[in-house]
């Protein structure tokens, strides 16, 4: 059985993506070849984070996300993150040739990445209506790699 939570940030988080990979990097080391997936979402004009992994994934990744991350906490998933209206939803799945890994953009200069484009995506939702939800599925290969 796999456990969803909400990532909730209640401070400004002003080290942005260079503390977010170092986070990666060290989770890295230890969540070798256990796979979990980190979630993007949007619902009733909100933007939130979502986490998926077995119990003993997640009791890893909790301990080395509070390590990092002191400000947010993992609550209970109460956006029902994984329910959506089958009649009124269109799902894809994108993979990588052969398992390889996808090289994130790290420079803050740069606002071509994909997720920023999937950020900007978000504005064009209807507030009241649409809902819509991005996972990664990740699942370190060797040390300090994803």
Request: charged fraction near 25%.
């Amino acid at each position: 059985m796999l456990k969803t939570s909400l990532i909730k940030i209640y401070h400004s988080f002003d080290q942005g993506k260079k503390k977010f990979a170092e986070f990666l990097e060290n989770i890295a080391k230890t969540m070798e070849h256990q796979k979990f997936s980190i979630g993007l979402h949007y619902g009733k004009g909100e933007i939130f984070y979502s986490f998926n992994a077995n119990p003993r994934t997640s009791a890893n990744f909790e301990s080395q996300f509070y390590t990092h991350f002191n400000n947010f906490q993992l609550t209970g998933d109460t956006k029902e993150v994984w329910t959506y209206d089958r009649s009124r939803s269109a799902i894809g799945e994108l993979k990588l040739m052969h398992s390889w890994f996808f090289p994130f953009k790290m420079d803050d200069e740069d606002n071509s990445d994909f997720i920023f484009n999937i950020f900007r995506t978000f504005e064009n939702f209807d507030v009241s209506t649409d809902k819509a939800g991005f996972f990664i599925e990740m699942r370190p290969i060797k040390n300090e790699s994803f």
